[in-house]
Every structure is written in structure tokens, then in C-alpha cells.
């Protein structure tokens, strides 16, 4: 069976399982697909703000990652995003197919 491209695999990962912080997709895709680094973070990021531009997700939150805040040595603080699918999502997710493999 052939899996679904990355974006649809996003929206299923949060219908099933959401509302999730970013850096809990970000680990879901790359086990999924097999892969790692910050090109694929970054992309899953990327695929997030994507989705929820286009209306399909809300975010249902905001923090700053604990591990990172204060932390010297020029990385910064690093904000956490955590989204849901909306029923808009949920609604194109069923004219596309992509809502039947959640069930």
C-alpha cells in the first residue's frame, strides 16, 4: 500500500491524535518516512504553517520550549506551536479521501 504524500499524512496524524505541539509532528513524520536532521524539521514546519494558512488547522497554543528559554550561546528561545484540525479540515480531508484511513 502506498502511503500518503506528507501534508496528508500531517492532517491524519492530527485528526487522529490532536491537538499536537509541532515538535510531536515533526517526530511522527520522521518516523513514518524514515528520515531526520532540520531540512525535515524545517519542512514539517513549513507544512504546518502551510495547512494552517489555508484554514485547515487552528492553533490551540503557544509556549516557549523550556529547554531553550534563557539559554545562552546565541540559539535562543524557541517557540512551540500546537494545532488542531478544524471542520474545514476535517471537511477537505473527507472530499479528498484523506479523513477514510483516520477511521
Not at 17 to 32: S, T
Amino acid at each position: 500500500m502506498a502511503r500518503v504524500h506528507i501534508k496528508g499524512f500531517v492532517l491524519q496524524k492530527l485528526l487522529r491524535d490532536g491537538p499536537l505541539w509541532d515538535h510531536e509532528v515533526v517526530a511522527a513524520v520522521e518516523d513514518e518516512y524514515g528520515v531526520s536532521g532540520e531540512y525535515w524539521a524545517g519542512t514539517v514546519r513549513l507544512t504546518l504553517t502551510d495547512l494552517y494558512s489555508g484554514g485547515l488547522l487552528d492553533e490551540v497554543g503557544a509556549d516557549v520550549d523550556p529547554s531553550r528559554a534563557g539559554a545562552g550561546g546565541g540559539g535562543g528561545e524557541k517557540l512551540m506551536l500546537r494545532y488542531q484540525v478544524n471542520g474545514f479540515g476535517r471537511e477537505r480531508m473527507a472530499q479528498s479521501g484523506l479523513s477514510e484511513a483516520v477511521r
